[in-house]
Structures are given as structure tokens and as C-alpha cells.
């Protein structure tokens, strides 16, 4: 933990620690059900389909890998248990019950839209409190936003 840059975040640090810890949470999930969704998606344009799953699993895995550094430099614990991503999570889980490309692009869809409202959030609730988290989570927002373009295009094209 940076002791002084904890400091100069002042008395919303827990508060940002807490909203960090639940975007950790959804980017597991998120990374999770892409992975999941790369496996077992079948029917119309399913090697494309796979190929960007892929590529946003990877995505969110690296956004969880930021989010974790941040809170620990923060002086806080990510989510140490599988079962606190069900906890904590904004966004949730959907299982791919229907594998058909189809199904499978419109759940990632509106996980993706779901993402973008809780990183707006977190955006607008660091805005002048925390640059460093804001620069952070800029960066994320701006590959949930393709993520959500790129899976519409190619629902578009189903
Ligand atoms: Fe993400
Ligand atoms: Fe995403
Ligand atoms: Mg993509």
C-alpha cells in the first residue's frame, strides 16, 4: 500500500475501494462467461463468434488484473473467494443455456451494456477524487464501449 497515496484520495478512499471490488467481481464473471460462451456457442458465424469471444475474455481477464492492482495499492483486499464475485457483482451472470451464436451475443450484449453503466458511475464518483482510479477506469469503459460495438456488428450480420 502507497501510505501517501492513499492519503490524498482523503475519506472516499473505502468508498472507492468498495465500487473497485464489485467491478473486480463482474470482470470475473465477465471473463467467465465469454470463456464459457467460446466453448459450447454453435450455429451461425461460430468461428467469428469464438475469435471475439476470445479476445473479450482476454479483455476482461486484463481488467480484473487492473482493478486488482489498484485496490491493493489502495490498501484495500480484492475479493479473495470465487463465491464474492456472486456477492458483490453489478452485473451478474448468465449462463449460456442456449448455445446459438445468436443467444450468446444478445447476453454479452447486455453484459456489456451493464458494464458501461457501472463504470460510468465509477467515473463520475472519482471525477475529482481520484485521477489515478479515473485514468484507470477510463481505459476499461473505453473497451467495454468497442466490446459492446463489435458484438452488436456481428449480431447485425446473423
Ligand atoms: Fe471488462
Ligand atoms: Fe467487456
Ligand atoms: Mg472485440
Not at 473479450?56 to 489498484?70: I, K, Q, S, Y
Not at 456472486?86 to 442456449?98: R, V
Request: hydrophobic share 35%; net charge negative; charged share 35%.
Amino acid at each position: 500500500m502507497g501510505t501517501k497515496g492513499r492519503e490524498i484520495i482523503g475519506k472516499d478512499v473505502d468508498k472507492i475501494l468498495e465500487m473497485l471490488g464489485k467491478a473486480f467481481s463482474d470482470e470475473w464473471l465477465a471473463y467467465y462467461q465469454y470463456w464459457i460462451g467460446a466453448k459450447v456457442v454453435k450455429g451461425k458465424m461460430a468461428g467469428q463468434v469464438i475469435a471475439e469471444l476470445e479476445e473479450h475474455a482476454g479483455d476482461e481477464l486484463r481488467h480484473a488484473g487492473m482493478l486488482a492492482d489498484r485496490i491493493l495499492q489502495l490498501g484495500g483486499k480484492p475479493p479473495l473467494k470465487p463465491e464474492d464475485w456472486y456477492k458483490m457483482t453489478n452485473c451478474g451472470y448468465e449462463a449460456p443455456d442456449d448455445p446459438s451464436s445468436k443467444a450468446i451475443l444478445e447476453q454479452n450484449i447486455k453484459g456489456e451494456q451493464c458494464a458501461i453503466d457501472a463504470y460510468t458511475k465509477l467515473l463520475e464518483f472519482v471525477k475529482d477524487k481520484d485521477p489515478i482510479t479515473y485514468f484507470m477506469v477510463q481505459e476499461i469503459l473505453k473497451d467495454e464501449v468497442e466490446h459492446e460495438d463489435d458484438l452488436e456488428t456481428l449480431l447485425e450480420e446473423i
